[in-house]
């Protein structure tokens, strides 16, 4: 997105002053090897339109298709991978909508270059429900979705467990990923779980999932849209 204001209204209502690529670019840099790690994961909690998840998609997409160009299956397990790794919230329900989009074009216009026909409409299903679920309309201040029924923020973690096909999906309040938070909303007794020290003495947190799903293939993601 080159321009960086829309209107004076939005900078006003909501801050929204888009980052330039420049910007972008220095900023990742700085991050560089994580940004070319196809799995590593990025939550951008006011994340616009996608300029930095735009840029890190493509960085990663650059990684892949070194990698995997001659393996279809490969490439587009790890397209899955790339993809449910990269996380948004945004306020503005227009801003989001343009954010999913940007990022199923970046995927999918690399997709179908280097596969052309062989390319799959499955796997581009797969691809727009995962950014259904990680690019969220919601506020980052009070961690409730916006719109008609605000709730708790919930973000899915998406993992490959036994480096095949089968994919596992857990999700996560996203308060309870914040320490300072969780301590407000977790109830004491009910989740609270034996303190893990890791092998430096320090305290493990690990997260109470409210919801995990069985082990499916990949391309058979999508047909849990009904829950
Ligand atoms: C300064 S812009 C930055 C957008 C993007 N990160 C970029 O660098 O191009 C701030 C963004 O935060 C969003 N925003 C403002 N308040 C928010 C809130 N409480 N929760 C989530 N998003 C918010 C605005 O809609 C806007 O898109």
Redesign the pocket.
């Known amino acids: 997105m080159k321009e960086q204001v829309k209107s004076k209204q939005r900078v006003a209502d909501?801050?929204?002053?888009?980052?330039s690529e420049r910007e972008v670019n220095a900023m990742l840099d700085l991050v560089k090897q994580e940004t070319e790690r196809i799995d590593s994961r990025f939550l951008?909690?006011?994340?616009?339109t996608g300029?930095?998840l735009t840029e890190i998609l493509r960085r990663k997409l650059q990684v892949m298709e070194k990698k995997y160009r001659r393996s279809q299956l490969d490439f587009e397990r790890n397209l899955v991978s790339a993809i449910s790794s990269i996380y948004g919230?945004?306020?503005?329900e227009d801003?989001v909508i343009a954010c999913c989009q940007r990022l199923f074009e970046i995927a999918d216009e690399r997709y179908t270059a280097i596969f052309k026909k062989k390319a799959k409409d499955d796997v581009r299903t797969v691809l727009r429900f995962i950014l259904s679920k990680n690019i969220i309309w919601?506020?980052?201040?009070d961690l409730k979705t916006v719109g008609a029924e605000p709730h708790q923020i919930i973000f899915s973690e998406w993992s490959f467990p036994l480096h095949n096909s089968l994919i596992k999906r857990r999700d996560f309040v996203f308060a309870e990923l914040l320490p300072d938070e969780s301590k407000k909303t977790r109830q004491p007794d009910l989740f609270s779980k034996p303190e893990l020290v890791s092998d430096l003495g320090e305290k493990v947190f690990l997260p109470t999932e409210t919801h995990s799903y069985p082990l499916v293939h990949f391309l058979k993601i999508g047909e849990e849209l009904v829950e």
């Open positions: 909501h801050g929204e002053v888009f980052t951008e909690p006011a994340c616009g300029n930095f919230i945004d306020i503005l801003n919601g506020d980052a201040l």
